[in-house]
């Protein structure tokens, strides 16, 4: 892709993954290039990326929608994500920096200030990079490549979470806790199950959800 291309890519990627478009939303060719004001060149490379990601379905005269997924492939992907994120942890309790640890804290003490805040947004912005951060330290291409990609596919159904914030802000800070601890003691096998169990506890509330909405 050219870099405009790319830029472009990214920006409708992130609106994606924080759910400000929906699965089953239009992605209109004309109306991107104008909102980016370019030509609908680099608007098409854009939109064919984000299908060879699964992110959207591509429709050759109308551009696209935000992917629709069904209960069985849901139910795949989070199992997908559980386990490789999980060995992500793994990975990177034994192959992070000091500075990559601390740096993970870092994020983790973030965490904290807007849960204690109640700040939704942003601790689902700080989420993010908590969990990117994780499958970089992994220092596996590869692995890595496939988690973040299963994140980014994942995110717009895990927008809306049910129960009240604050409790479910300190949940996830308490799961994160046990992540960070773990892998700045370089304890593999603690990390693995830590965040296996947290984003296992995700899923199967996204899955609650996404069952009666789609049985609607």
Do not use: W
Not at 25 to 31: D, F, G, I, N, P
Not at 38 to 57: F, K, N, Q
């Amino acid at each position: 892709m050219t870099t405009i291309a790319s830029q472009i890519y990214q920006a409708l990627a992130e609106e994606i993954a924080k759910g400000v478009m929906v699965p089953g939303q239009k992605l209109e060719e004309k109306v991107i290039a104008e909102k980016f004001g370019v030509s609908r060149t680099p608007v098409r490379d854009a939109l064919r990326e984000l299908g060879a990601r699964g992110l959207i379905e591509m429709n050759p005269r109308r551009g696209g929608v935000v992917a629709r997924i069904d209960t069985e492939q849901m139910a795949d992907m989070l199992e997908a994500e559980c386990e490789i994120e999980a060995l992500c942890a793994r990975l990177a309790a034994q192959r992070m920096s000091a500075l990559e640890r601390e740096q993970l804290y870092e994020l983790h003490r973030q965490y904290a200030e807007c849960a204690g805040n109640k700040d939704i947004e942003g601790c689902r912005d700080i989420n993010r990079k908590f969990h990117d951060a994780i499958c970089r330290g992994a220092h596996s291409v590869t692995i890595t490549a496939m988690a973040v990609d299963l994140r980014v596919r994942l995110a717009p159904f895990r927008q809306h979470q049910a129960g009240p914030a604050d409790i479910r802000l300190q949940q996830s800070l308490d799961e994160h806790q046990k992540v960070v601890d773990a892998i700045r003691a370089n304890d593999g096998p603690a990390a693995f199950a830590a965040l296996y169990q947290h984003n296992a506890r995700l899923s199967a509330g996204v899955m609650s959800r996404f069952a009666a909405e789609a049985a609607k």
